[in-house]
T-cell receptor
Framework: GESVGLHLPTLSVQEGDNSIINCAYSNSASDYFIWYKQESGKGPQFIID?????DKRQGQRVTVLLNKTVKHLSLQIAATQPGDSAVYFCAEREAGTALIFGKGTTLSVSS | EADIYQTPRYLVIGTGKKITLECSQTMGHDKMYWYQQDPGMELHLIHY???????EKGDLSSESTVSRIRTEHFPLTLESARPSHTSQYLC??????????FGPGTRLTVL
């Protein structure tokens, strides 16, 4: 599968590969993290979230990993499909404050 | 599937016009938000509300205003639109969890 070390604006993978999208956050007090998928012309769609008392959470074909030591969040998509092509955003939040969105990563899946 | 609606979806207007972007949700969520997003870029919070008669400015300075007279409705108004207001405006809401659900967005073009 394809992975990126630090945030990259684009990621291209082949259908069936596993994708890993990375996100670095800055606020060590953040206690809630969330990933969104945004398709062209649409609003962001919730994918998965995780709280700071966890380091891994799994959904359907997606896994979010949280490394609080290095303030790093990643989204893993298993068996990537063409329908997964979109822009993916991570967001962080400190309790009592608003969500802060990161720069998006455009995932392109080719058949 | 989130029940949050935005109208209009697309709007092209001339400079100096007053416009109101509508946002409604049927989930009974107390918290509602407005974000501004330029194409391919991250979301920036411009206004939020934690309940009826409560409104706050977000991190991004905006010349728009909002009101929250009813739980389900959170309109955003621009008194005098300018070309610099050209952007996508996204409305979101959240309930007792921290997950924000987004509407489809309004793409505004000011000529």
């Amino acid at each position: 599968g394809e992975s990126v070390g630090l945030h990259l604006p684009t990621l291209s993978v082949q259908e069936g590969d596993n994708s890993i999208i990375n996100c670095a956050y800055s606020n060590s007090a953040s206690d809630y993290f969330i990933w969104y998928k945004q398709e062209s012309g649409k609003g962001p769609q919730f994918i998965i979230d995780i709280r700071s008392n966890m380091d891994k959470r799994q959904g359907q074909r997606v896994t979010v990993l949280l490394n609080k030591t290095v303030k790093h969040l990643s989204l893993q998509i298993a068996a990537t499909q063409p329908g997964d092509s979109a822009v993916y955003f991570c967001a962080e939040r400190e309790a009592g404050t608003a969500l802060i969105f990161g720069k998006g990563t455009t995932l392109s899946v080719s058949s | 599937e989130a029940d949050i609606y935005q109208t209009p979806r697309y709007l092209v207007i001339g400079t100096g016009k007053k416009i109101t972007l509508e946002c409604s949700q049927t989930m009974g969520h107390d918290k509602m938000y407005w974000y501004q997003q330029d194409p391919g870029m991250e979301l920036h919070l411009i206004h939020y509300s934690y309940g009826v008669n409560s409104t706050e400015k977000g991190d991004l300075s905006s010349e728009s205003t909002v009101s929250r007279i009813r739980t389900e409705h959170f309109p955003l108004t621009l008194e005098s639109a300018r070309p610099s207001h050209t952007s996508q405006y996204l409305c979101a809401s959240s309930g007792y969890t921290d997950t924000q659900y987004f509407g489809p967005g309004t793409r505004l073009t000011v000529l």
